[in-house]
């Protein structure tokens, strides 16, 4: 299983971006994907999650400012982000099969990860 992540970059804070998570391999089951997020330093921030059935989830920290959404015939988790804060500046990680949804699946939150991507949000 591959996730590779795309779309990070730099933006001013009150700025977008979309994030893409391009997924080989891997065939999305009742677990579900998400994404995450890392600062150095920090544990790795649950920020969303999306199941097969559309439901989706969100910390407090981002509900109302990102959207996650799935292509499955593109096989393509997607974040969309706007009005970005510096404080969202981070590592961002696409994950499926997650343990918040499938409890006891794997040590840790997900099954798989993709290699993570940065955004950095300025002021």
């Known amino acids: 299983v591959q996730l590779v992540e795309s779309g990070g970059g730099s933006v001013q804070a009150g700025g977008s971006l979309k994030l893409s998570c391009v997924s080989s391999?891997?065939?999305?089951?009742?677990?579900?994907m998400g994404w995450y997020r890392q600062t150095p330093g920090k544990q790795r921030e649950f920020l969303s999650s999306?199941?097969?059935?559309?439901?989706?989830n969100y910390v407090n920290s981002v509900r109302g400012r990102f959207t996650i959404s799935l292509d499955n015939a593109r096989k393509t988790l997607y974040l969309e982000m706007n009005d970005l804060k510096t404080e969202d500046t981070a590592m961002y990680y696409c994950?499926?099969?997650?343990?918040?949804?499938?409890?006891?699946?794997?040590?840790?939150?997900?099954?798989?990860w993709g290699q993570g991507i940065q955004v950095t949000v300025s002021s």
């Open positions: 994950a499926a099969d997650l343990t918040r949804i499938c409890r006891g699946l794997v040590e840790g939150p997900a099954r798989y």
């Open positions: 999306i199941t097969r059935e559309g439901s989706t």
């Open positions: 391999g891997y065939n999305l089951g009742s677990c579900g």
